[in-house]
């Protein structure tokens, strides 16, 4: 008998767009991922993962290409990597009709639309979907993305999140502090739809953004939505410390994974929040067999789809002209800026031989992947959440078959085991997950809360109280 674990959340890792994570999986005949403008695959997968009991459906999303300013980008348009690709935003107004439980959390970049029009959209969808939006916040690492919205190329690195702290900081303003609790009253007998007293101008005036406010959406019911944050770097940590409630992670193993967690949550802590206020999902593939044989099988019938220039270009394995180097080129040989770390690691592993790209390309591929029988794989997670991980990004190799092969193989196991919920809870995603609707008192937004009921009536006044609050040393 298995022993009862805390259950994982499940999210399923998607891009609107034909080759997200797995290149070269799209020509498979199963298939269906290039017919991404298709909305009936879309709501189809999404009731698929509802009756799942999947928790939220996250898109991932770029700005721009991949690669260097000017070079040659025909590899990404060849292999259809991330390109074309079209707005999640848009898609989640869709999938809020056609599901009532599922969240729908959708990425997007702080540079590519200004805080006050991002955050309406995101309240207009939270309202629409009844509580069940999500907000991937990234920084970019795409120069073509930095130059397609007017830049000159991408921002440094800590620079990009000094621009993601004031962004973060004007959405909150607007959906925490511009409207007070119980401003909107709808009464229909006293003509008063909502009381004046209550909503408020915000004046932020930053390096960045000037925005007046007040926010013209009403509370939705999360308020601000669940907020997720996928960077792994020193800076990115810190930034998930203060502000994420979820942290998407990509590490190699669950002894790394342990390490980013507990690094991470000593620095929440530091920052007045607790441990448990932010939950870590892994990212993982899975190949799922009705034995160690089968599994095999499958795996090696997936290999013959892999694409070894999709994946070397997705991690930049290119030269200065941005052409994926040929795959019997040796490791040592290749010159770029990314990916570094795995090729040092991968040169130390392969010993009897001279490493290659197409020897980085095969493992980036299967990196992610756990091959065997529900119950092995069953197994593997428990590694996983045993590190401190939390739920699991679920990474497809096609749609919508990965999923329905989820759900009939693997999810029973899962469920079996107490590692995974067989019916929904009520009420928003933040409740679902965590248990309360609002982002806790210890979140930086909830300083925000009342902030602006006697505050300033106009820009002068709102300058001369920052330059008071300079004055005195107050951050």
Do not use: C
Not at 159 to 176: H, I, P, S
Not at 181 to 203: C, M, Q, T, W
Not at 313 to 319: E, M, P
Not at 458 to 470: H, L
Request: glycine share 8%; proline share 4%; no cysteine.
């Amino acid at each position: 008998m298995t022993d009862k674990r805390q259950r994982l959340f499940l999210n399923a890792f998607l891009m609107n767009t034909t080759s997200h994570i797995q290149h070269g999986q799209w020509r498979r005949p199963d298939a269906r991922q290039s017919d991404f403008t298709d909305l009936d695959l879309w709501t189809g997968l999404a009731q698929t993962l509802e009756r799942a009991t999947f928790d939220a459906m996250f898109f991932a999303d770029v700005s721009g290409l991949y690669g260097d300013t000017d070079a040659d980008y025909s590899v990404y348009v060849r292999e259809g990597l991330q390109i074309p690709s079209n707005d999640p935003v848009v898609l989640l107004g869709a999938l809020a009709a056609t599901t009532r439980h599922i969240g729908l959390a959708a990425t997007s970049n702080v540079f590519q639309q200004h805080p006050m029009n991002f955050a309406r959209q995101l309240s207009t969808l939270d309202h629409l979907s009844r509580g069940r939006i999500a907000w991937n916040i990234v920084t970019g690492t795409q120069g073509n993305g930095y130059r397609n919205f007017g830049h000159e190329d991408l921002a440094d690195h800590d620079e990009r999140y000094r621009w993601a702290d004031e962004y973060v900081d004007v959405t909150y303003k607007l959906w925490e502090g511009s409207w007070d609790e119980g401003a909107l009253l709808k009464d229909r007998e006293r003509g008063l739809h909502a009381d004046p007293s209550k909503v408020h101008k915000i004046y932020h005036r930053g390096e960045r953004y000037r925005v007046e406010g007040p926010f013209l959406p009403a509370p939705s019911p999360q308020r601000t939505p669940v907020l997720f944050q996928a960077g792994s770097s020193r800076a990115g940590r810190d930034f998930a410390a203060r502000n994420a409630e979820a942290v998407f992670l990509v590490a190699s193993t669950p002894e790394l994974a342990r390490e980013q967690i507990a690094e991470t949550r000593a620095l929440a802590v530091s920052y007045g929040r607790r441990p448990e206020d932010i939950t870590f999902f892994q990212g993982l593939s899975f190949v799922i067999g009705d034995n160690p044989k089968d599994a095999q099988a499958k795996a090696d019938y997936y290999d013959e789809y892999v694409s070894t220039d999709g994946y070397a270009a997705h991690a930049a394995i290119v030269d200065l002209d941005g052409r994926v180097y040929p795959t019997d080129t040796p490791l040592r040989e290749v010159r770029t800026n990314t990916a570094r770390g795995f090729i040092e690691w991968l040169a130390r592993d392969i010993v009897d031989r001279e490493p290659t790209v197409g020897d980085f390309s095969l493992r980036w591929a299967r990196g992610s992947r756990v091959v065997g029988t529900p119950s092995q794989i069953a197994d593997e997670i428990t590694r996983w959440q045993d590190a401190g991980v939390d739920g699991l990004n679920v990474i497809n190799w096609v749609l919508p078959g990965s999923f329905e092969e989820f759900a009939d193989l693997l999810l029973p196991e899962l469920r079996d085991r107490g590692l995974a919920q067989s019916e929904y809870a009520e009420g928003t995603l933040r409740r679902k997950l965590f248990g309360y609707d609002r982002l806790n008192d210890r979140h930086p937004a909830a300083r925000y809360r009342g902030a602006f009921t006697h505050g300033p009536r106009s820009w002068a006044e709102a300058e001369a109280a920052a330059k008071q609050t300079a004055a005195a040393g107050v951050v």
